[in-house]
């Protein structure tokens, strides 16, 4: 009979355990997604192709009001020249299993390079774990400024 409830409760606390340890890679994932999101601007705004090196090779952008964007190639021309901005990233919800994909939902809020408010919106990311680590595979982002006529 002590064995049967000594097994019975190791039952029981398994998958307490496995939620346990299944939250770690999770956290490890908001970690590096955080980290990439806080240098995001700064990597975009070197206008030298350090910001494809966040993204998987077959990555597409899908800004709003526009065709998607696929490819390095085609997204090195999206950022070159762009604006000089900082970018601040505010993660709402991490979707997926951490060991594939993870899909990202945060606001965002562009300001100048004095601070001044330039935009803000929402952003939907998939990020796709690689060899190298999480990259973005899929990046949709649209301003919640109302489309000027």
């Given at each position: ?18 939620a ?26 070197k206008?030298?192709g ?19 964007i696929?490819?390095k ?27 594939t ?22 952003v ?26």
């Open positions: 009979m002590k064995k049967i409830l000594t097994v019975a409760m190791l039952m029981g606390i398994s998958p307490i355990s496995k346990q340890t299944n939250s770690d890679p999770f956290q490890q994932a908001r970690k590096a997604i955080e980290a990439n999101n806080a240098i995001y601007a700064d990597l975009a705004n206008n030298d350090s910001i494809l090196t966040r993204y998987t090779e077959d990555a597409c952008l899908l800004p709003a009001n526009a065709a998607p696929c490819g190639e085609n997204i090195a021309k999206f950022f070159k020249d762009g604006p000089k901005v900082h970018v601040k990233f505010t993660i709402q919800h991490l979707y997926g299993d951490a060991s994909f993870i899909t990202e939902e945060s606001y965002y809020e562009m300001t100048d390079l004095n601070g001044n408010k330039l935009d803000e919106g929402k939907i990311v998939i990020w796709k774990n690689t060899a190298e680590g999480l990259k973005m595979h899929r990046d949709m982002f649209s301003s919640n400024k109302p489309v000027s006529k």
